[in-house]
Nanobody, 121 residues
Framework: VQLQASGGGLVQAGGSLRLSCAAS???????LAWFRQVPGKERDFVAA????????FYAGSVAGRFTISADHAGNKVNLQLNSLGPDDTAVYYC????????????????WGQGTLVTVSS
């Protein structure tokens, strides 16, 4: 399945954005996730959702501010970003789980192209 991320942009600190990750075909993966990466750093886990039940997982740094949801009708995963701060600036990638732990980027095999989120202070 191919994943297409969208919704990034420039926002002021304290603002909100909504990212979407649309899948081109049927999703067989157990989890769909969002990761983010800044230049020179590792790709960090942000959030994941169990596709069938919608159960979410969050990184500690975004829990309470971000909300991930599975949209079965639209065949996509959404990530609502609230109370954004400059530290949230990154390229956000969506990915489909293959095998392994839900929090590790090495567990994911299908990656979207990324969408840039820039938060100004």
């Amino acid at each position: 399945v191919q994943l297409q991320a969208s919704g990034g942009g420039l926002v002021q600190a304290g603002g909100s954005l909504r990212l979407s990750c649309a899948a081109s075909g049927r999703i067989f993966s157990t989890f769909l996730a969002w990761f983010r990466q800044v230049p020179g750093k590792e790709r960090d886990f942000v959030a994941a959702v169990r596709w069938t039940t919608g159960f979410p997982f969050y990184a500690g740094s975004v829990a309470g501010r971000f909300t991930i949801s599975a949209d079965h009708a639209g065949n996509k995963v959404n990530l609502q970003l609230n109370s954004l701060g400059p530290d949230d600036t990154a390229v956000y990638y969506c990915a489909a789980h293959n095998r392994g732990g839900v929090y590790e980027h090495t567990s994911y095999s299908n990656w979207g192209q990324g969408t840039l989120v820039t938060v100004s202070s």
